[in-house]
């Protein structure tokens, strides 16, 4: 597709259950960024890719939160044991990282996770 | 990572230029600044970047004086559409180093 995915869109689950989101980034991009926003708050960094590893992982929160791009491209924002706090808005974002330009990040729309 | 302050929220009329101002003191000498805006339920969106004097898009400007401590992002005749949190970020655009954001300036256009 044209932007970054992300999928689901919205997602309720129970504390306690595990849950997958899913992030598509724009073809050729090699970095992947995972941030989480709360109302009213600014996006709190989580982790990112270059390519296939994670450069930096210092903003998840604990270990209950996991992060796979195994093939360099789609990623997995994995969350174990719900809680209600983890209820935010989760955004993917996805940047070429040619050397040159800008650096942008294009952000996908993210996805809603309540916790009941 | 240089940390940057920006005003919570700004109000303005339609047809008014607006300007926000973040303070950036310890920006370091590959840092460049970076500029977002972000609407409700939706995911930022690069506005502007810059590193020194004046930069201008079909958006808006950015002004960043000498000694870069600070930096303006200018939105021309704003219009009810430009009600939306702006991000001020600053760093190097190596690619090697998170990105960070902070609050934000929440920007309220006004009829």
């Known amino acids: 597709g044209a932007g970054v995915s992300q999928t689901p869109s919205n997602k309720v689950t129970e504390k306690g259950k595990y849950v997958e989101l899913r992030c598509d980034p724009i073809?050729?991009?090699?970095?992947l960024y995972w941030y989480r926003q709360s109302l009213g708050q600014g996006p709190e960094f989580l982790i990112y890719?270059?390519?296939?590893?994670?450069?930096?992982d210092s903003g998840l929160p604990n270990d209950r939160f996991f992060a796979v791009r195994p093939e360099g491209s789609v990623s997995t924002l994995k969350i174990q044991r719900t809680e209600r706090g983890d209820s935010a808005v989760y955004l993917c974002?996805?940047?070429?990282?040619?050397?040159?330009?800008?650096?942008?990040?294009?952000f996908g729309e993210g996805s809603r996770l309540t916790v009941l | 990572l240089a940390k940057t302050t920006q005003p919570i929220s700004m109000d303005s009329y339609e047809g008014q230029e607006v300007n926000i101002t973040c303070s950036h003191n310890?920006?370091?000498?590959?840092?460049?600044i970076t500029w977002y805006q972000q609407f409700p339920s939706q995911g930022p969106r690069f506005i502007i970047q810059?590193?020194?004097t004046k930069v201008t898009n079909e958006v808006a400007s950015l002004f960043i004086p000498a000694d870069r401590k600070s930096s303006t992002l200018s939105l021309p005749r704003v219009s009810l559409s430009d009600t939306a949190v702006y991000y001020c970020?600053?760093?190097?655009?190596?690619?090697?180093?998170?990105?960070?954001f902070g609050k934000g300036t929440r920007l309220h256009i006004l009829p």
């Open positions: 974002a996805s940047s070429p990282w040619t050397g040159g330009g800008t650096g942008e990040l294009f």
């Open positions: 073809s050729g991009h090699t970095a």
């Open positions: 890719f270059q390519g296939t590893g994670a450069a930096d």
């Open positions: 310890n920006i370091a000498t590959n840092d460049y």
């Open positions: 810059g590193y020194k």
């Open positions: 970020l600053v760093g190097d655009r190596r690619g090697d180093d998170k990105i960070i």
